[in-house]
C-alpha cells in the first residue's frame, strides 16, 4: 500500500479573519493548528474501537509550504494518514489543499504514545497496534 492509498482522514477547515496576518494571508504558525485538528480526527478514527485514551503528544512536526493561503482560498481540507507504527510512537503524513484542490502545505509528525498518570511515553497496545495497521500503517518493529 503506498502513502497515497492509505486510510487518510480529510477534515474541512474554515479560514478565519484571526489567522491573517500583515501580510493578509494566513500566518505560518497557524497552518500546524490546521494540521493539528486533522491528526486529531484521524488518530480519534482508528482508535475509536480500542480500549484507553489512545493519548498522545507531537515530538515533531515538518512542514513545507507550498503556496500562501488567503482568506478566499478556504474552506481547507486537510487530511492526515498514519504512515508507520513503532513501539512508542507514529508517522503521519498530512497535506493542506485550498477549496480548488491546490496543494498549500506538505507535513510529516511524530507522535509519541502518552502515559498521562507518569507524565512518559508509553507503548502502543496490542489493539492500537493492530487498529493502526488496520489503517494501512507499517510496523517498524
Known amino acids: 500500500m503506498t502513502e497515497m492509498e492509505l486510510a487518510a482522514t480529510e477534515t474541512v477547515v474554515a479560514l478565519r479573519w484571526r489567522d491573517m496576518d500583515a501580510y493578509g494571508h494566513v500566518n505560518h504558525v497557524v497552518y500546524l493548528t490546521y494540521l493539528e485538528e486533522a ?29 500562501e493561503l488567503r482568506l478566499a482560498d478556504g474552506p481547507v481540507v486537510v487530511s492526515c494518514a498514519v504512515t508507520t507504527v513503532g513501539g512508542a510512537s507514529a508517522q503521519t503524513r498530512e497535506t493542506i489543499h485550498t477549496a480548488t484542490g491546490e496543494l498549500a502545505a506538505e507535513a510529516g509528525a ?32
Open 39 to 67: 491528526r486529531d480526527a484521524a488518530i480519534a478514527r482508528i482508535l475509536r474501537e480500542t480500549p484507553g485514551d489512545g493519548g498522545y503528544v507531537v515530538a515533531r512536526v515538518a512542514i513545507d509550504y507550498r503556496r
Open 110 to 141: 511524530v507522535v509519541v504514545k502518552f502515559d498521562r498518570e507518569t507524565r512518559r511515553s508509553r507503548q502502543w497496545t496490542d489493539d492500537e497496534r493492530l487498529a493502526f495497521a488496520a489503517a494501512g500503517a507499517r510496523s517498524r518493529e
